[in-house]
C-alpha cells in the first residue's frame, strides 16, 4: 500500500486531459483523501497541449510533489514539451498511448523508468463512445491500477452528465469499466495501491484566485476595481459574480492605474476596496501606492506574480516581484507585503491584508503567485465565524468638534479618518505633503515628521510573530527560509529529513516588509548554514535580508528563475549535502 | 460645517490660492462657490476631485472633501468614489494637460460608463504650474519654452472630443462671464449623468494674450444668441468645430432624456442579485466538497 502519488498527465487540448485531472482530485476529495492539482497549458488560446500534475494522499500535502510516480502521455509531443514540469525518474510507472510510439521504439525519456506501459487508450474510447473517451479510459486505468476511489469517480460522472441523458452516462460508464478492466487484465509489475484515507469532516477544494475573492467577501471588500491580467483575472471574474448581492461594486476599468485609482476613491470614500493584477499591472500601478501612502488610504493590492519582466512568461511561476513590492515607487515609503504559501493560506492572508490595510492605514500588497493562483487544493474546512475584522480609526464626536485633523499627529501615528458623506470630518486629502489639517506644506520639519508618522506607525506590525511560521529544531544550527509557493516544498522536505534524524528548522514568513528584524534574527542565531529558497535568480528576499540584518555568512541563497520549480526531493538533497558539510 | 447651505462664502476654505494674481482660475473658483450654493447640499455630501496643475488646486479653497490626486487621474479616483458611494455629489476638476495629455486616455471611459459626474476643465492652453511648457490645447504655431519656434501639433479640441464619446452635457464657458459660466456649473451638477465642462481660463503670466479676460470679454459669442439650444448633438457638434477659433459659451449639448447612470444600474444590480440579504460569513460554503 501507498500513502501518496503523484501523477503528471500531457495531452492535446481537446483530449481533456485536465479535466481528467479535475474530476479525479474531485473525487478523490470526496472520497476523504488530500490533494492538489496544477495545470499548465502552452500559449494557445485554444487547443494546444495541456497537462496537469495531480497529487493524491492520505495526509495533508504541502506541494505538487517530486517527481511523478506516474506519468500518462497521450503523445510525447505535447508530453515532452512540459520538461521540468512533468520529471519521471527510475522509479517512475509511465502509461503511453501505444500508436505514439517513437520511430526507434525507444521511450523519449533522458532516464528509463521503472515500468513502461503501452496501452491503447485510443482504440479503447473508439469501441466505447469515441475519441472524446480517451480521458475517461485513462480515470478507468489509474482507477484500477492505484486503487483510487472507483465509485466516487463514478459518482462524480453521473453527476457531472445528468444533464446530458442516462445514454451519456451508460457510455462513459463503459469507457471507464473498460480502462479499468484493461489494467486489471494488465497488472502492473509491482502493486502499488493507495491506502484508504482516514475518516474526515468535510473536505474542501478551491484555488488561489477563487478562494482570495471569497475571502475579500468575507473580509468586508465592498469595492473592485482592476483589468485583466494572467495569471490574477479569475479574481475580478468572482467578484463580478458575487459581490453585489453583498451591497458592493466593482468596476472593470480601462486600463491598471484607473484600477487601483477607483479602488483609491473608494477607499477616500470610506470602503474596504481591493484591485488584483500581476507584475506588469503592478509596474503600471505604483505611483497609485504612493499616494495610497501619503494619503493614507488603506487598500489591498493582490499580485498575482509571474515570470518577468515586461511581459516575460504569463502562465509560469516566479517569485521575482519582491523588490518590486517593497521599493517601487519615489519616495521615503513603506508599506506592508504579505505572502501566502498555499490555497489555504490565501484566506487568511487576504483577510490579514484587508485588517493590516485598514488598521494602518495603507496600501498592502498581497503577493500571490501563478501556482498558488492557479492550483486547486483540498483545504480543511475554514471556520469563518471567528474571523475578526479590524475597522479604520474613526474620528470621535471630539475630534470631529473644530478643526477636524486628518493627519493629526498622535502616539502612534495613526490619526481618525474621516470620509465624505461625514458632517464635521471634511478634509483635503493630497498627494501633495500636509501639515496635519491636510494643508499643503512644503517646510523640511513638517516633512521629516509626517514621514516619520508615516514610516513608524508600523512598528506594532513587527512584533506580530503569528506572521511568522517556525517549524522543526529550536537547537538546530542549520536552518531554511522560503516563503510563497516556495515555502510548502522547503517544509516538506525539512520534515523528510528530520524523519532520517537531521535537526533542522525552517522560517515561513506571511509578512515580507517591512523586515522585522527581531523575528528573522532570533530565527538566524545559533545557525551556521543555511538556505534561503526562493524561486528569483536573484534571490531577492536573501538581499533584502541582508540589507537588514546580519545574516551567518554559511546561509546561502539557494534560487534560479521561474518556470522551473523546485521540488521536495530536489530540497531535501541539498539539506543533506549541506549537513554534511562542515562549515569553518 | 459652518453656514448656510445656500451661501456661496459656506464653500469658501480658509487657504489661500496660489494662483497668480489676475488668473482665470480665481473667476472659476467664484463660480463653483456659487454653484454648490445654487445646490444648497451640506458640504460633507460634495466630493470635490482633482488631478495635478494649477488649477487642480481648487479642492483645497473649497470646504467640501477634497481630493488632489496625482497627474491626470482624477476621472478613475471620482469614479471609484461615485460608484461605491452614489449619495455624494461629485466634482472633478482639472487643467487641458491634466485632461486630454496625461489623463487624456480615461475621458472617453468616464463618459461612456456615465457616472453622475462633473468634469470642469480650467483650459488655458498651457502647461503653468511648470511655466509655460506646450499643452495639448496650445493651438499649432504657437511659441512656449518647449516649441520654441512654433508648436508643429494641432491641438486637441476637448468640446467635440466629449461629444464624440457621447457625453450627456457637454459647454463651454469663461470666467469673464462669471454669472453665465456660475449657471452652467450648476446645470452641469443638476445633469444626472457625465457632465463636461470646459472652461476658458486665461493664464496670466504664460497665456496668450488675445486669451485674457478683458479680450475674451469682448469676442464671447453665446449659443443662444446664435439660436442653439443645446438638444441637437450633431449641431453642437458642428458648432464645436469652431473651438479655438470663436470662442462660443453655453451648452453644446444637454441630452433631453438622459439614459441611467452607472451608479443607478450599480444600485438596481445590488437590489437585486442581493434580495436574499446573504451573509459574508457563508461566502466560502460552496468550496465544500460533495458529490
Known sequence: MINDICIGMAGSGGDGIVAAGEALLNSAAAAGYHGMLTKSFGPQIRGGESSCRLRISTQPVLNPGSELDVAVALNWDDFLKFGSELPTDARSIVIYEESAKTPDGKLPLKIAPGEAIAVPIAAIARAHGGDRAKNTVVLGLLSAWFGLAPESILAGMRKRLKKKGPEVIAAAEQAFQAGADHARANPLKTARLMAPPAARQGVWLADGNDLTAAAAIVAGCDFFGGYPITPSTEIMQTLSRDIWAYGGSLLQCEDEIAGIGACVGASFGGKRAMTATSGPGMSLKTEMLGLATIAELPLVVVNVQRGGPATGLPTKLEQADLFQACYSGHGDAVRPVLAPTSVADAFRVTVDAFNIAEEFQTPVIVLSDQEISQRKETLEPIDTSTVQLVERRRPTPEDLAGGYKRFKLTPDGISPISHPGLAGGEYLAAGIEHNESGAPASGGANHQRMTEKRIGKFAPLLKRRELFLVEGDADADLGIISWGSSAGICREAVQTVRQEGLKVRILVPYLLYPVAEEIFSDFLKGLTKGLVVEQSYQGQLYRILRSFITVPNGVRPYCRAGANPFRPSEIVAQIRALAQRSVP | ?291
Open chain 2, 1 to 291: 460645517m459652518s453656514g448656510a447651505c445656500n451661501d456661496p462664502k459656506t464653500f469658501k476654505s480658509d487657504l489661500k490660492p496660489i494662483w497668480c494674481p489676475g488668473c482665470g482660475d480665481f473667476g472659476v473658483l467664484q463660480a463653483v462657490y456659487r454653484a454648490l450654493a445654487a445646490i444648497g447640499r451640506p458640504t460633507h455630501e460634495i466630493a470635490f476631485i482633482s488631478g495635478i496643475g494649477c488649477s487642480s488646486r481648487i479642492p483645497g479653497y473649497t470646504t467640501v472633501y477634497g481630493f488632489n490626486t496625482v497627474h491626470g487621474r482624477a476621472l478613475p479616483i471620482a469614479q471609484g468614489l461615485k460608484t461605491a458611494n452614489p449619495d455624494l455629489l461629485v466634482l472633478v476638476a482639472g487643467g487641458d494637460g491634466d485632461g486630454f495629455s496625461i489623463g487624456g486616455g480615461h475621458v472617453p471611459h468616464a463618459i461612456r460608463r456615465n457616472h453622475d459626474l462633473t468634469y470642469i476643465v480650467m483650459d488655458n492652453q498651457i502647461y503653468g504650474l511648470t511655466k509655460g511648457q506646450l499643452s495639448p490645447t496650445t493651438p499649432k504655431g504657437e511659441t512656449t519654452v518647449t516649441s520654441p519656434y512654433g508648436s508643429f501639433e494641432e491641438p486637441v479640441n476637448p468640446l467635440l472630443y466629449c461629444l464624440a464619446y457621447g457625453a450627456g452635457y457637454v459647454a463651454q464657458g469663461t470666467p469673464a462671464d462669471l454669472p453665465g459660466l456660475t449657471a452652467l456649473i450648476e446645470e452641469g451638477l443638476r445633469y444626472p449623468g457625465f457632465a463636461f465642462i470646459n472652461i476658458q481660463s486665461p493664464c496670466v503670466t504664460y497665456g496668450d494674450s488675445e486669451m485674457q479676460m478683458k479680450e475674451q470679454r469682448a469676442a464671447l459669442r453665446p449659443l443662444l444668441a446664435e439660436g442653439h439650444d443645446g438638444s441637437d448633438r450633431i449641431k453642437g457638434m458642428d458648432l464645436a468645430q469652431q473651438y479655438g477659433r470663436t470662442l462660443h459659451t453655453g451648452v453644446f449639448y444637454r441630452n433631453p432624456t438622459p439614459p441611467p447612470t452607472y451608479d443607478q444600474l450599480v444600485r438596481e444590480r445590488q437590489a437585486d442579485q442581493g434580495k436574499d440579504q446573504p451573509d459574508r460569513r457563508r461566502a466560502l460554503d460552496r468550496f465544500a466538497v460533495r458529490h
